[in-house]
DNA sequence: TTGTAAGCGTTATCAT
DNA sequence: ATGATAACGCTTACAA
């Protein structure tokens, strides 16, 4: 791995080092000729500039760091493609963390973070996450954060989310809609702000059409499996059964229709399945899967783009916002919809 | 982000920069009293070493470079968690670049990789690369390179892959069995070796039960919907229809669905479809999807692996391998199977 | 217009 | 056991 350096160059042309760096860059003050050699010679060498030398010169690195609590989630991958997007635009580089839904190893994520110089983060809080002091602190010492989907109060700054409210109280009234009452909602960590903001549209869709709110009916869990199966069969195992399930991420349908397919419930006849997804292969699932769609590509962009507002400083002083992007909703077998 | 730097240290113990320095690390050669207050007072400050620096002057980044055809597809996030979890134990960061399945945007990424000083590559190429004029070059000039599923041959270094031809095999034979004789093979770009290698392998099995190679049932598509669906269309426009289909992507089956749906073709009663699939979401598919799996996760992981060996020249004189992967057949509907 | 020198944070070498 | 200095690659006052 043997590359030039601007020493090499000026070297072999019998220049300051100086000299060679203004050619190479800012074409002022200096003797047209000279450059023209100095690229030349550049050239032929395979001159690369060294980004490393850069960083430590001009204290910033051209890289952000993005945490996300899984890459290998439908959602975050989206999201992460549309942040690579307008980073790789704007000449920047993207380093990627996962917290994997753990507090402590989010923790370790901002330190690696910080001493890795990035110039600013991008992050989707882990399920695990109850305080930000970790953030805070990075926060305060300057470092431009920026929130995608799942957000804290606790650090004033820029915040890309889903409409979440919007999102659950559709899909509730779809459900509605099309006959259900016992509706249950299968939520994920209670701590995350997403968690708050569905269930909220979730009770105003029950109360707009005067289904009286029934606690036994939402369930929290976190994100394994096995967790994900308990919980479900101790919805289903109580008194009441729903008449629809309205899960919050598809790994919870998965698990839906798991348990459900074992007790011989059939979908949609005996119970409605719907919820909040992020599958590009709609056309591969069961078409009574009806689904909220989250612009996760579109939240990237969006958070990556107000991340380099901040970095590059595009305003003095920022006046953090909060953008909130529209869910979709896709119902994919509407025969099914009008009927009952 | 003013972070503590060795300097402040030494100021503030009015010590060298070496002492400390010192101190912080190899602990020979050094007062154990002064070691203790310089752990002490790098506390206080929350000192964290630069690896900006470390790297210039290691002339090294502790980071290596992935580069995929898309993040935003299972089976390379999947690819991507694997490798992060090798490269997070061994204490290397990740850095994603995108080829978006253009050889123009890959040379680019090369380009970049290299610039960036990246410690290792690797690289699962773009369904338009045809020459590897630029790998080849990042590879003599000392570059550790790691190919896993899309490799070329022309570059002599380690390659991870899954047994596309057994998988292939497998899944055909699978169709075969079930009753059918007039198997379609819908095929990715015809340059990629993956391609190549599950061609030969539907080809196996079709000559192992006797039945004739029929060229007009296979048919290459690139990565977009558009070309997909008109290739699915000629497909289905021929005198003699399929009565199977097997696609080599989750994408490919999707747009099959489509056009079968369109067409009023039912699945799998007037026509079966199987392939090559990564999706996790396995229970949500329509039940008589067959697939054939990739270990996307282990192919990232055996990759870093192999990749951070060479990047630490654990062996001197590397022997390059070809590390070959199990695919595994997922039949759903088992009932389906037996019958005809 | 060009060269000299200092500095970014760190470590290794060579004194002391 | 500790300190001074040079070096990694590059930019930028400041000098010439």
Redesign the pocket.
């Known amino acids: 791995m043997e ?1 030039a ?3 090499d160059i000026a070297k072999a042309l ?13 074409s002022y ?7 023209r050699i100095v690229l030349e010679c550049a050239e032929k060498l395979n ?4 980004p ?3 960083s ?4 910033r690195s051209r890289a952000i760091g993005v945490v996300v609590p899984e890459i290998d989630n439908p959602f975050f991958s989206q999201a992460i493609n549309g942040i690579e997007a307008i980073a790789y635009n704007r000449g920047y580089h993207v380093v990627i963390f996962q917290s994997h839904e753990s507090y402590d190893r989010e923790v370790v994520n901002i330190q690696h973070l910080a001493s890795r110089r990035v110039d600013g983060v991008l992050i989707s809080l882990s399920g695990q996450t109850t305080h930000v002091e970790h953030l805070k602190e990075l926060h305060t010492k300057g470092m431009p954060i920026v929130f995608f989907d799942r957000f804290s109060d606790e650090i004033n700054t820029h915040k890309v989310v889903a409409d979440n409210y919007q999102g659950a109280f559709e899909g509730t009234e779809h459900l509605i809609n099309s006959g259900k009452k016992h509706i249950a909602h299968l939520a994920a960590s209670p701590t995350l702000s997403i968690t708050r903001e569905r269930i909220n549209g979730y009770k105003a869709a029950l109360e707009k059409h005067g289904i009286p709110y029934n606690e036994d009916f939402v369930k929290y869990c976190n994100f394994s499996i096995e967790d994900m199966e308990k919980v479900i069969d101790e919805l289903l195992s109580q008194p009441i059964l729903p008449e629809a399930i309205f899960t919050v991420s598809d790994r919870l349908a998965m698990a839906c229709l798991k348990i459900l397919k074992k007790r011989n419930i059939r979908i949609p006849e005996d119970m409605a399945l719907m919820g909040f997804s992020n599958l590009k292969v709609a056309e591969l699932l069961s078409p009574s899967f009806t689904s909220v769609i989250q612009p996760a590509l579109e939240m990237g962009q969006r958070a990556a783009e107000l991340l380099l507002d901040l970095v590059e400083k595009k305003s003095k002083i920022p006046v953090y916002q909060t953008i909130t992007l529209p869910t979709e909703l896709v119902i994919r077998d509407s025969t099914k919809t009008a009927s009952e």
Chains 1, 2 share one sequence.
């Open positions: 590359i350096t601007i020493k019998n220049l300051s080092t100086s000299t060679v760096s203004r050619a190479l860059r800012g003050e200096i003797n047209p000729e000279t450059k001159y690369r500039p060294n490393i030398a850069l430590l010169k001009e204290n």
